[in-house]
């Protein structure tokens, strides 16, 4: 499974981005998809993920209410939209997959990897 991330930007506070992942490959064997950050200078956290059929979604605390993901399965591809952006959610955002139904909060829990996207949030 090939991932590839894009979308990120400059954005103002309190704006609104949206990241797409598509993927490539074997994606039959994709049972959840990923969104983690790596801030400057800080390690790479969980920001959100989805059972790839649909159903179950579980975000962190710190984007709760602001973030969504999403998914086209006819497009094999993952959206993140991510609104009232605050300039903490400053960082590179990657997506990721695994083949296992768990949704997972740990990077070692994803087998699959895109590159990452940047995302400045300006105050």
């Known amino acids: 499974v090939q991932l590839q991330a894009s979308g990120g930007g400059l954005v103002q506070a309190g704006g609104s981005l949206r990241l797409s992942c598509a993927a490539s490959?074997?994606?039959?064997?994709?049972?959840?998809m990923g969104w983690f950050r790596q801030a400057p200078g800080k390690e790479r956290e969980f920001v959100d993920a989805r059972r790839w059929s649909g159903g179950y979604t579980y975000y962190a605390d710190s984007v709760k209410g602001r973030f969504t993901i999403s998914r086209d399965t006819a497009k094999n591809t993952v959206y993140l939209q991510m609104n009232s952006l605050k300039p903490e959610d400053t960082a590179v955002y990657f997506c990721a997959a695994r083949p296992d139904y768990g949704l997972e909060m740990r990077e070692s829990g994803y087998k699959y990897w895109g590159q990452g996207t940047l995302v400045t949030v300006s105050s």
């Open positions: 490959g074997r994606t039959f064997t994709m049972a959840v």
